[in-house]
């Protein structure tokens, strides 16, 4: 399994991003995608999480401003960031599994492939 991020950058407070994680060899028809961001001398959070139905599941802190989704002819998954925070910065994971969505989603451990991260800027 590879994941590839891209689309990290540095924007102003209130301004948008939209991530991207290619995805190859993955093909667990039960598991789970999610990203994980890491700002500087903190742990790795989860942020958002969707599973192989579409079920969605975000962290209280970018509910209502992140939205995930996958194109799976694209083998993609994606994370649409609005009204970006300074908090919201830092290095952006994809991160794959083969449990399914609703057993800790956001929980970085119970991760088995990640990609190698974006980084994401905040001014204020």
């Known amino acids: 399994v590879q994941l590839v991020e891209s689309g990290g950058g540095s924007v102003q407070t209130g301004g948008s991003l939209r991530l991207s994680c290619a995805v190859s060899?993955?093909?667990?028809?039960?598991?789970?995608m999610t990203w994980f961001r890491q700002a500087p001398g903190k742990e790795r959070e989860g942020v958002a999480c969707i599973g192989s139905g579409g079920t969605t599941t975000y962290a209280d802190s970018v509910k209502g401003r992140f939205t995930i989704s996958q194109d799976n002819a694209k083998n993609t998954l994606y994370l649409q960031m609005n009204n970006l925070r300074p908090e919201d910065a830092g290095i952006y994971y994809c991160?794959?599994?083969?449990?399914?969505?609703?057993?800790?989603?956001?929980?970085?451990?119970?991760?088995?492939?990640w990609g190698q991260g974006t980084q994401v800027t905040v001014s204020s």
């Open positions: 991160a794959v599994r083969k449990l399914a969505w609703w057993l800790e989603p956001l929980e970085s451990e119970r991760y088995n492939y």
């Open positions: 060899g993955y093909t667990y028809s039960t598991g789970s």
